[in-house]
C-alpha cells in the first residue's frame, strides 16, 4: 500500500496553485535553487566537500 496516491488531476491541480502563488516568473529561480540543493546534498552524502570547479581552482599551478 502507497503512502501517497498522487493522481494526474491532483499534480494538475499543485501545480495550478504554485503558478498562482509564486507566479510564471519566480518559478525557473525556485526549480533551479531545488536542483541546487539536491545536487548538493547528493554531494554531502557521497562525502564530495565542495564542488570540482573550486577544487580545480585551488590547486597549485605548475612552473609558479
Known sequence: M???FIGTQEIIIIALIVLLLF???KIPELMRG???GV???KDGMDGKDEPAEK???NE???GA
Open 23 to 25: 507566479g510564471g516568473k
Open 2 to 4: 502507497t503512502l501517497l
Open 60 to 62: 597549485p599551478k605548475e
Open 39 to 41: 545536487k548538493s546534498f
Open 34 to 36: 531545488l536542483g541546487k
Open 55 to 57: 577544487k580545480e581552482n
